[in-house]
Nanobody, 126 residues
Framework: QVMESGGGSVPAGGSLRLSCAVS????????VAWFRQAPEKEREGVAT???????IYTDSVKGRFTISRDNAKKTLYLQMNNLRPEDTASYYC??????????????????????WGQGTQVTVSS
């Protein structure tokens, strides 16, 4: 199971922290990635942490977004600072199968076996 939270509406320059809680993973081998989709635009990968623990970001969010994970809580966080109107989108997290790092190591390519959350809306006003 995958569940996002933390979306909302902020003015440009504001901050939000998204959370993605996963369940059903027996150990720390769980891989989750953040994606987003704006109206009339294709889905794009935002950030993830690969199997070596290296954070990966799409260019447009580098320096503004920070991804982190809490293995004890099995939660992935996305701290978003200095938000821009172009960050407005529905944000989704996708989780790979237990023990598989395919999603994170091939990011931003989608993993057809990933489980997706319902999404959380982020709206940034100018």
């Amino acid at each position: 199971q995958v569940m996002e939270s933390g979306g909302g509406s902020v003015p440009a320059g504001g901050s939000l922290r998204l959370s993605c809680a996963v369940s059903g993973y027996p150990d720390d081998s769980w891989c989750v990635a953040w994606f987003r989709q704006a109206p009339e635009k294709e889905r794009e990968g935002v950030a993830t942490i690969d199997s070596s623990g290296v954070p990966i970001y799409t260019d447009s969010v580098k320096g503004r977004f920070t991804i982190s994970r809490d293995n004890a809580k099995k939660t992935l966080y996305l701290q978003m600072n200095n938000l821009r109107p172009e960050d407005t989108a529905s944000y989704y997290c996708a989780a790979g199968e237990a023990g598989s790092w395919y999603l994170c190591n091939t990011f931003p390519d989608p993993d057809p076996l990933a489980t997706w959350g319902q999404g959380t809306q982020v709206t940034v006003s100018s």
